[in-house]
């Protein structure tokens, strides 16, 4: 079952099945979509629309992200990363036991961004990527993201 949510980055595509969060998509400006059908969904666009107006703002979603026992790991270890605050690739790798490139790989396949904040991880030297992206309007959903939750992007670029 899918909904599109408005947002300040565009729509978004939520996706749910059997009970639980498995997707979220970012829609092209001009998407327009039937708005949430279901308790769930209705749910889920309640808490990004709160995220959206204060950042500060957890979810409290039911999230079954599929992906690979190592992306499982990463995308957990992303959950506890608190808004406002940033790890780099490197960090996350050491504590991970395994790559940067891994761990930026891991947050590239994220199938639920925004709730599971693969926006708060950064390279070394810079904001990094987002979505396998490392320039254009796919990174500057990144940096938004991060700008919107008090993190300064600007010296980072």
């Known amino acids: 079952m899918h909904a599109v949510v408005d947002s300040p980055l565009g729509p978004l595509r939520v996706t749910c099945s059997d009970g639980a969060v498995v997707g979220i998509d970012y829609l092209p400006r001009k998407t327009r979509a039937p708005k949430p059908a279901s308790p769930l969904l209705d749910h889920v666009a309640a808490q ?3 995220y959206f107006r204060d950042p500060a703002t957890g979810f409290d979603l039911p999230l079954v992200p599929k992906g690979t026992v190592f992306q499982q790991r990463v995308w957990q270890a992303l959950r506890d ?3 406002g ?5 490197g960090e ?6 395994t790559s940067a490139r891994a761990v930026g790989g891991a947050c590239a396949a994220n199938p639920i961004p925004i709730v599971i904040p693969c926006h708060r991880v950064v390279s070394a030297r810079g904001v990094g990527g987002y979505d396998g992206h490392t320039s254009g309007p796919v990174l500057a ?6 700008e919107h939750e008090g ?4 010296s980072t670029i």
């Open 141 to 146: 959903r990144k940096i938004w993201l991060l």
């Open 81 to 83: 990363i608190p808004a």
């Open 48 to 50: 990004l629309a709160a």
């Open 85 to 89: 605050t940033t790890r780099s690739y």
């Open 151 to 154: 993190v300064r992007c600007a």
């Open 92 to 97: 996350l790798s050491r504590e991970l036991g």
